[in-house]
C-alpha cells in the first residue's frame, strides 16, 4: 500500500521549466545567445534538438 502511495506522489510532479525571456537573461549574463534560427522555439523544443 504505501508503495502505490509513494509512486503516485512521485508521478504528480513536475519538472521545472523557465521562462524563456529568463532563459534568455540567464544566457546573455554569461556571455552566451541563442541562435537566429532558434528564436521562436520553446525551451523543450531546444532540448529535443540538442539532445545527444
Known sequence: MTNSVAKLETERKTKFTP???NFKVSLSYEGLSL????EGKTIADLKRKYAR
Open 19 to 21: 521562462n524563456m525571456e
Open 35 to 38: 541562435r537566429k534560427d532558434s
